[in-house]
């Protein structure tokens, strides 16, 4: 099966400020094979934006991909354009992704353009039995999305930075506020609160990470970041997840 | 007849393509794309006598029609590159590989040189006096032709294979740099490295790259380079591995009229990871359509209009 496929856009659309879903259909969809891999898409000629652009999956079956992206440069701004029938040229299954364990409670938690690539695992998480409970954390309620979504998988929180929607505060706030109690915890959101999380519990967690990529499958060493069980990993491949036993915090 | 194939000092070349080094790891990263043997040699990633890490992240930006990085030479050290790397690139791959060496002392260079020459897949040594993105050596023996020429002959003196040494834009006269070079011993040269740039993050004004500058690639530095492979050829009777913004076959055929024997494909192997077997393909179909009957014919022809 061939990494590299055309995807074709079945729907662009807005989900809170800045923040679009957008879903492509193709056969290079069978080539993911964990929630929390990412695809990597080019966009263009190679003009303005010459690399691609990795990005979460939110969503996927056999033949689609769901992704929710936040417009923050020139790549996301010419995504925001993109039409339904437009194709993309992407690298798809890329990074380890989520494992699934047998485990009682898991706790999921995402933040901001962290939340889509929690939502597929979480969905597998509930199929298997597991009970599910998510903390969502957004800087206001204009940024709230996916809410529903993983409301409909079990107990969910919502919190925000300004106190705007649901709870105010962060997400390691609304844990300890709520006693929320659980075997392994699944997150995905800004360094900051990634680091957070490993200072509130490094040992039952597993957190998704972020990095400029230069080519997203392992050649070009952008992404490399210390880790406590080896002189480095690539987040591109040896990541984007990684055990919270072994995340070194950047001062 | 193989109408695609390149003699070089150390290197038979069933084609001239050859990934440049630092775009394609060690190599095997790659077979989970295509069959890599269809390569005609291959650079390995940058490779020093004891492990480094390379630079603090960010390390990689965009341009137009290009990037930016700054890796700061990251590799397992010369002993696990050889027993290691090399050992699962074997595999997967069957031909005589190009081994970048890099160091920040006159001494690093040698040790790593003497030690990497001797491994049976390796058919040439690239020496890298031109990475812009480490503190100390590198690009100090790229940019003074005198440290060159001394370090060309020290590495010449303990290294099995030939030795080719990879030359930096960021000179103000390449071609004195290439002369040095030449009259110290080299077999070879290899270039263009990377031209150092920065970016600067909109909002805040800060650089993107957390080692402030690095180097850029891709497109955007074509016709740099062949201007300078243009100018060195004349001035060097040694062959050259032209290198710089190459990203489809018509790339090559331009590359190799100006002076290169060679060429490597660089920072396209990151955007499209079968760049290079794309070019090998598209080769034979475009010396068709341009009358070219066998590729070392137009090595330099450029020249016909000095």
């Known amino acids: 099966m061939e990494k590299q496929g055309m995807m074709t856009i079945v729907s662009n659309t807005p989900l809170a400020k800045d923040v679009y879903e957008m879903v492509l259909k193709g056969e290079a969809a069978k080539n993911i094979s964990a929630p929390g891999q990412f695809i990597n898409i080019k966009l263009d000629d190679g003009q303005t934006t010459y690399l691609r652009r990795p990005m979460s999956i939110h969503d996927y079956d056999e033949s689609h991909i769901t992704l929710a992206y936040k417009v923050v440069g020139v790549g996301t701004a010419k995504m925001k354009t993109m039409k339904p029938g437009e194709q993309l040229d ?25 939340v889509p690539p929690m939502y597929n695992l979480a969905k597998k998480l509930a199929a298997q039995g597991t009970t599910v409970i998510t903390v969502l954390g957004f800087n206001s309620a204009c940024d709230v999305f996916y809410e529903e979504k993983f409301k409909a998988l079990g107990t969910t929180y919502v919190c925000t930075m300004d106190g705007s ?20 915890y699944y997150a995905c959101g800004p360094e900051k609160m990634l680091d957070a999380l490993v200072l509130f519990d490094d040992v039952n967690g597993y957190l998704s990470f972020e990095a400029r990529m230069g080519c997203g499958f392992g050649a070009c060493m952008g992404c490399s970041c210390k880790v406590k069980t080896a002189p480095y990993k690539r987040i591109c491949v040896e990541g984007p997840v990684l055990k919270s036993s072994e995340v070194i915090i950047n001062e | 007849m193989n109408r695609l194939a390149i003699q070089l000092p150390g290197l038979n070349l069933e084609n001239p393509i050859i990934p440049a080094s630092g ?3 060690f190599g095997y990263e790659f077979s989970q794309f295509y069959d890599i043997d269809c390569l005609g040699s291959i650079m390995i990633k940058g490779t020093t006598i004891e492990p480094r890490f390379g630079n603090p992240l960010p390390r990689i930006a965009e341009g137009r029609a290009g990037m930016l990085n700054a890796i700061g030479l990251q590799n397992p050290g010369v002993d696990k590159v050889m027993s290691e790397e090399l050992e699962k690139l074997r595999v997967v791959y069957h031909h005589k590989v190009i081994a970048n060496v890099a160091g920040s002392s006159m001494e690093d260079y ?43 002959k020290a590495v010449k003196a303990v290294s099995k294979v030939p030795v080719y040494v990879k030359l930096s ?14 009259a110290a011993g080299a077999d070879g040269i290899t270039m263009i490295n990377t031209l150092i740039g920065m970016r600067f993050d909109l909002r805040t004004g800060k650089p993107i790259i957390a080692n402030k500058t690095g ?41 190799m009229s100006a002076g290169a024997s060679a060429v490597a494909v660089g ?7 079968y760049a290079c077997k794309k070019i090998i393909d598209a080769l034979p179909v475009l010396m068709d359509e ?4 066998d590729l070392k014919d137009i090595i330099g022809r450029s020249h016909q209009y000095d």
Do not use: W
Not at chain 2, 290 to 293: E, M, P, Y
């Open chain 1, 90 to 114: 992407v690298l798809v299954g890329l990074g380890n992704g989520f494992s699934l364990e047998p485990i009682k409670k898991a706790l999921i938690i995402g933040g901001g353009v962290g």
């Open chain 1, 165 to 184: 929607y649901g709870v105010q505060g962060n997400v390691v706030d609304v844990i300890k506020k709520e006693g929320i109690e659980y075997d392994r």
């Open chain 2, 23 to 25: 775009t394609y790891g």
């Open chain 2, 110 to 152: 040698v040790a790593c040189a003497s030690k990497i020459s001797t491994h049976d897949m390796v058919g040439a040594l690239e020496l890298n006096i031109s990475c812009p993105n480490v503190k100390a050596g590198g690009i100090q023996f790229g940019t003074d032709p005198q440290m060159a020429a001394d370090l060309t």
């Open chain 2, 169 to 182: 834009p960021n000179v103000t006269d390449i071609v004195a740099m290439a002369k040095a070079v030449e």
């Open chain 2, 215 to 255: 180097g850029y690639s891709g497109p955007a530095i074509f016709p740099v380079a062949l201007k300078m492979i243009y100018q060195v050829y004349q001035a060097v009777k040694i062959p050259i591995i032209g290198m710089g913004g190459v990203s489809e076959a018509r790339d090559v055929i331009e590359m």
């Open chain 2, 267 to 273: 920072s396209a192997n990151l955007v499209d990871p």
């Open chain 2, 290 to 293: 341009l009358n070219i009957k």
